[in-house]
């Protein structure tokens, strides 16, 4: 039983509907899943509704003379079409994440051309240059995840 002012993140809500959390988030742009707050949801009221919904679906399928096959196909292609979608929006973030690490990548060789040139001591450039190597790595290993 789940306890009364439980709350769940859309990424707990998709495992246990066996979607992920970006789909949930479809479903409730649609108006299929109602959420209580900003990425939160009532257990209860979720899994309730995305159930009513696809009763709905299931009994709209045969109502309409469709076949369960026809109907399983629709969803398929519908899931097909939310794939797509979201594989779109992926190439379109590794774009972005590809033009930040060109531009970071200009401007620490400006900053290098910078530093190369000042009067500093070879030994203070060589610990600048770790430091921005070391930025650079972390920086491009955060941003490989997303």
């Known amino acids: ?24 988030n479809e479903q ?5 899943i109602p959420k209580i707050g900003r990425g939160r949801f009532d257990p209860v009221a979720a899994v309730s509704a995305y159930c009513e919904y696809l009763r709905e679906a299931r009994d709209d399928a045969k109502g309409s003379g469709k076949s369960l096959t026809a109907a399983r196909t629709e969803l398929a292609l519908e899931d097909a079409r939310l794939k797509r979608i979201q594989a779109e929006k992926l190439e ?32 203070r450039k060589e610990d600048i240059f770790t430091a921005l190597q070391d930025h650079v790595k972390k920086w491009k290993e955060e941003h490989e995840q997303t």
């Open 1 to 24: 039983m789940i306890e009364q002012g439980t709350t769940w993140d859309p990424t707990t809500l998709a495992q246990v509907l066996g979607m992920t959390p970006q789909s949930v």
């Open 28 to 32: 409730v742009r649609a108006g299929r």
């Open 92 to 123: 379109g973030r590794f774009a972005d994440v590809q033009e930040l690490i060109a531009a970071e990548s200009q401007m620490l060789e400006g900053i290098a051309g910078i530093i190369r040139s000042s009067p500093l001591s070879d030994e």
